[in-house]
């Protein structure tokens, strides 16, 4: 059964700084690999999503990489911004999305 | 384009009563997807509808849920005798197509109270 962890559980930051989320998971043999952000009380927004074929995708401040065989990925958020504070889920996919926990992160000026 | 949309946003129900929320798909797209989120579970997926093939309801947790999508569009999700463990905000999502080719894009979700 694919079991799908994120840490930190939380994280607060100064903005500007670099920051790195962690997603791991137990079955490697899946199809994809997908980033979301939910601001609170709202829905998710799909940031980054990695097929199993790729090793990293970017979209501006973002960057999703894949290590299938070791069962990770990581998303980096480059010079960070108040406006980056949400929750920041990542899920894996096999026949059905699988979720992590989250990382609830906070940016302050 | 419109995004997927959910009714109602809010629902509060006594316990007891049945209840029914609605999801509007992205247009065209095949695949339709419900998930829950609850404190403490996390996100967790519930059914999932491919276009006409049969549903995938491995995720429903009692025989008091149950879904249908009607013309390859718009779903409801139905609970019966709402129980206070439903409480909790219901997604939907949708795709161009099921499988790991396709992203899914979800709605702002429906929050179920249970009284």
């Known amino acids: 059964k694919q079991e799908v962890t994120q840490i930190p559980a939380a994280l607060s930051v100064p903005e500007g700084e670099n920051l790195v989320l962690n997603c791991s998971f137990t079955d490697s043999a899946i199809y994809n690999l997908q980033w979301f952000r939910q601001d609170p009380g709202k829905g998710l927004t799909s940031l980054l999503l990695?097929?199993?074929?790729?090793r990293e995708q970017t979209s501006g401040r973002l960057n999703a990489s894949l290590d299938k065989s070791s069962g990770r990925s990581t998303l980096y958020i480059a010079a960070s911004q108040p406006g980056d504070s949400a929750t920041y889920l990542c899920?894996?996919?096999?026949?059905?999305?699988?979720f992590g926990t989250g990382t609830r992160l906070q940016v302050f000026p | 384009g419109a995004g997927v949309s959910q009714s109602p946003s809010n629902k509060v129900t006594e316990k007891g009563k049945d209840v029914e929320l609605r999801c509007d798909p992205i247009?065209?797209?095949?695949?339709l997807y419900w998930y829950r989120q609850s404190l403490g579970q996390g996100l967790e997926f519930l059914i999932y509808f491919q276009g006409n093939s049969a549903p995938d309801k491995s995720g429903l947790p009692s025989d008091r849920f149950s879904a249908e999508r009607t013309g390859g569009s718009v779903s409801t999700l139905t609970i019966q005798r709402t129980q206070q463990e439903d409480s909790a905000v219901y997604l939907c999502?949708?795709?161009?197509?099921?499988?790991?080719?396709?992203?899914?894009?979800f709605g702002p979700g429906t929050r179920l109270t249970v009284t």
């Open positions: 247009s065209g797209h095949t695949a």
């Open positions: 999502a949708s795709s161009e197509g099921q499988g790991g080719l396709y992203e899914q894009y």
């Open positions: 990695i097929q199993s074929s790729q």
């Open positions: 899920a894996a996919y096999t026949d059905k999305l699988i």
